[in-house]
């Protein structure tokens, strides 16, 4: 339970972070605020749920692929490239978290 609130924290964060970028200075403030922002509250809710009900070191963990998350949106979604070092990088973290997160 704890593993899944985590990794729906690392969604969230990641998409409030790209979400922001995807705005341009026509949209109006309030779209900005609520595009960008209605993530990162709903990642909070789901770390304070995930933090709960289990351990909180595998919540960080699993929380702190944020980063991961949004690069990978911008390149499914913008069709960025990836240096490879960010892929190896993203790798990397992936298989870390996955041996952190079984024990």
């Known amino acids: 339970m704890t593993a ?3 990794l729906a924290t ?3 964060w990641g998409l ?4 922001g970028g995807l705005l341009t200075r026509r949209t109006p403030a309030l779209t900005v ?3 960008s922002q209605s993530p990162d509250v ?3 809710g789901t770390y304070s749920i995930a933090a709960q009900h289990g351990p909180v070191t595998v919540a960080a963990v699993l ?3 944020y980063p991961v ?3 990978v949106a911008a390149r499914g979604v913008l069709r960025e490239r990836l ?3 960010q892929a190896a990088g993203a790798g990397l973290a992936l298989v870390g978290t996955v041996l952190l997160a079984s024990g």
Request: aromatic content about 8%.
């Open 83 to 85: 240096r490879a070092v």
């Open 10 to 12: 690392s969604l969230l």
């Open 69 to 71: 998350v949004t690069a």
């Open 42 to 44: 709903a990642a909070n």
């Open 33 to 35: 605020v609520v595009v």
């Open 16 to 19: 409030a972070d790209f979400g």
């Open 4 to 6: 899944l609130f985590a």
């Open 63 to 65: 929380a702190s692929l």
